[in-house]
């Protein structure tokens, strides 16, 4: 089945420590986007990349970083720079162009919480 | 600055009513409109969409509205079940755009 994989589920992390989110997809999309949802503030664009080794910042991109390797996998690092990085971590596939009727394809989420 | 506006964040119905969840925008650029469900600890799915050639998009027991003049959009739920619990997230794309502007969302909880 097709579809995106997001590990783990749960992830616990140090003040001080960088940490990586894995995302996966096998839909052979282009375009993979990270958001972050917190209580009552929806859903909020991180980065998001159209095209493998190219990435564009979004809306709050300040202490995360991305890279894209592989047309398949998009992981976003949460670094010490994060000052709030308590949430869950959503990460979306689309096609190119336009993208499909059903816009986005996102994974079950992670989990992220600093203790 | 807010693009996608979402101004109840909570709805609560009797099961076999309707439930009715607004969304309000205000670029103008956006052509295409999306409606998503989501349960706790879970990514979102996809509901039903627009386009802003449309006024009107049915299916099955969801129906959504278009308002351009107006900049607004809603969605119909008849009748409503418990299963229907959840949060609702309006999203919105411009034309030649990938990427979505979401709502913050409308928790929705329909009593048995």
């Known amino acids: 089945d097709g579809g995106i994989t997001q590990s783990p589920k749960y992830l616990f992390r140090k003040e001080g420590q960088n940490v990586t989110l894995s995302c996966e997809q096998n839909l052979n999309h282009d375009a993979m986007y990270w958001y972050r949802q917190d209580p009552g503030q929806g859903l909020r664009l991180i980065y998001y990349s159209q095209i493998v080794n190219d990435f564009q910042k979004g809306d709050i991109a300040e202490g995360y970083s991305v890279s894209r390797e592989k047309k398949e996998s998009f992981p976003l690092t949460v670094t010490s720079a994060q000052k709030n990085p308590t949430a869950f971590y959503l990460c979306?596939?689309?096609?190119?162009?336009?993208?499909?009727?059903?816009?986005?394809?996102f994974g079950s989420g992670t989990r992220l919480t600093v203790v | 600055d807010q693009q996608v506006k979402q101004n109840s964040p909570s709805l609560s119905v009797q099961e076999g009513r309707i439930s009715i969840l607004n969304c309000d925008y205000t670029?103008?650029?956006?052509?295409?409109f999306l409606w998503y469900k989501k349960y706790p600890a879970e990514g979102p799915t996809f509901l039903i969409s627009i386009s802003s050639i449309k006024d009107k998009n049915e299916d099955g027991r969801f129906t959504v509205f278009l308002n351009k003049s107006a900049k607004h959009l809603s969605l119909h739920i008849v009748p409503s079940q418990p299963g229907d619990s959840a949060v609702y997230f309006c999203a919105a794309r411009k034309g030649g755009s990938e990427k979505l502007v979401f709502g913050k969302g409308t928790k929705l909880t329909v009593n048995p």
């Open positions: 979306a596939s689309t096609p190119a162009g336009y993208g499909t009727n059903y816009g986005y394809t």
């Open positions: 670029n103008s650029m956006f052509d295409y």
